[in-house]
């Protein structure tokens, strides 16, 4: 499996600019994450999907934010318009959870690369 | 709320033991996990503990108490290859999401 796939790595926009990244997950996880990181704030939980079904966007930070899951292989994640204060690295990932045996309910989560995202 | 406290940055030394602490308070909890990620890449997954007691695998090992909201990653034998900054996650409850602690930047040195 090629893993959790996003894109673009490295994204450098002007403030005001819409911002669109882009999430593949490892074929079927059912559950996609959204996180950002910053070395103020660490790793921070933005929103999740069940199913391809926003289950908590209680951490998105403005009406800025949007996230969308359309279908089980591709999620999106929007920032319009984009601020300085938005500049971060965006992960994204993925989770198959398994009841039963040794590591039930453990939903290990698998991140992507992550997208750097630059707002000047 | 959710707060979970872990040491900003330790050394060592190449060959040696080094253990990182990771304190939590949470409102639930159902699993703690260790993630260890290195610069620029991807947080990848460690160890994860739900019952009291020590996970081992390999020169890794993890241990948790539950009533004392407390953990640790034990790293033996220590490689270069292991500066990184490890991530201590609680799962608050149910059987998604996970809080992050800021992480521990561990450099290995000669």
């Known amino acids: 499996d090629a893993g959790v796939i996003q894109s673009p790595r490295h994204e450098v926009t002007e403030m005001g600019q819409e911002v669109t990244l882009r999430c593949k997950p490892i074929?079927?996880?059912?559950?996609l994450f959204w996180y950002r990181q910053t070395m103020m704030r660490g790793l921070e939980l933005l929103i999740y999907f069940n199913n391809n079904v926003p289950i908590d966007d209680s951490g998105m930070p403005e009406d800025r934010f949007s996230a969308k899951m359309p279908n089980a292989s591709f999620s999106t994640l929007k920032i319009q318009p984009s601020e300085p204060r938005d500049s971060a690295v965006y992960f994204c990932a993925s989770s198959l959870l398994v009841l039963g045996g040794s590591r039930s309910g453990a939903n290990v989560l698998t991140f992507g690369a992550g997208s750097r995202l630059t707002v000047l | 709320g959710q707060n979970i406290d872990q040491p900003t940055e330790m050394t060592a030394t190449e060959g040696a033991i080094v253990q990182i602490n990771c304190t939590y308070q949470?409102?639930?909890?159902?699993?703690l996990f260790w993630y260890q990620q290195h610069a620029g890449e991807a947080p990848t997954f460690l160890s994860y503990?739900?019952?009291?007691g020590l996970e081992e695998k390999g020169r890794f090992s993890s241990f948790l108490s539950r009533s004392k909201g407390y953990s640790y990653l034990l790293l033996k034998e220590l490689q270069m290859k292991d500066s990184a900054s490890y991530l201590c996650a609680v799962r608050p409850s149910g059987y998604s999401t996970l809080t992050f602690g800021k992480g521990t930047m561990l450099l290995v040195s000669p």
């Open positions: 074929s079927g996880h059912d559950y």
């Open positions: 949470t409102s639930g909890f159902n699993g």
């Open positions: 503990n739900v019952l009291d």
